[in-house]
């Protein structure tokens, strides 16, 4: 099958892991489609796509320049189009270095330590049947504590690693967009968080990820 976009990858316009991994590609400008895939008719988990991702969650994508491969877990996806289509290091730290580690280090942390943390947060706000305030006042608390987290290291240094922008610092901003707007009361983000607040500004002006963004609200506004 010849396809004109580089990849497909599968995505849902109000989820978070999808669009981690379009900022990356929109920033090293590699071709794409999105397929949004509808949650409400459980489409993440019918078979067609399951062929590709067996957990059943976006994103997937699927590389048609590598025999359509196919790779899913957002911050795998985003290792394997660095390491394979990031030769320049634009967006990436070298293999073989010290700070190849602290990279993956800052990967592995936003992917077991921020976005499963914030969506529980969103999950016992918003989704659970009951309510249940002292699960909510744990997940609340665990966005601070991540947030403290990156303001200790972001207070001393631009960037997370390397002295540049990275995609460590890019996996951060899909959860820190609601973290700074809907995920806490009375928070006030540039105050508590100075840093991470300057740091996670910085990111939203990167053309490529502007562009996603007003994708995204392009999509979001056409659904309602
Ligand atoms: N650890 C996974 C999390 C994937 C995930 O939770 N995806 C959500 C949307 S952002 C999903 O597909 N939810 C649908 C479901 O659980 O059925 C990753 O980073 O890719």
């Known amino acids: ?33 999105s397929v949004y895939l509808n949650f409400r008719k459980n489409e993440q988990k019918a078979p067609e796509f399951t062929k590709y991702n067996p957990n059943g969650r976006i994103p997937a994508i699927i590389d048609h320049s590598n025999n359509d491969f196919v790779v899913w877990e957002s911050n795998a996806i985003i290792q394997y189009i660095i390491d394979k289509y990031d030769k320049e290091h634009k967006l990436s730290i070298a293999p073989g270095t010290d700070e190849y580690y602290t990279q993956l280090q800052w990967l592995y942390f936003q992917a077991s330590g921020q976005g499963p943390y914030f969506g529980q947060a969103v999950w016992f706000s918003v989704a659970h049947p009951e309510k249940v305030a002292s699960a909510l006042e744990r997940y609340q608390k665990e966005i601070k504590r991540v947030l403290g987290v990156l303001e200790s290291v972001l207070s001393k240094q631009e960037w997370l690693v390397g002295g540049r922008m990275t ?33 996670h500004n910085k990111l939203l002006e990167r053309p490529a990820i502007k562009k996603v963004w007003e994708e995204r609200a392009r999509l979001v506004a056409q659904q309602q």
């Open 1 to 33: 099958m010849s396809h004109s976009n580089q990849f497909t990858l599968f995505s849902h316009i109000g989820g978070h892991n999808g669009w981690k991994v379009a900022f990356v590609l929109e920033e090293l400008q590699l071709t794409y489609q």
């Open 167 to 199: 995609v460590a610092d890019i996996s951060f901003v899909r959860w820190n967009i609601d973290a700074a707007t809907r995920l806490l009361e009375n928070f006030d983000f540039e105050k508590e968080f100075p840093a991470t607040a300057k740091w």
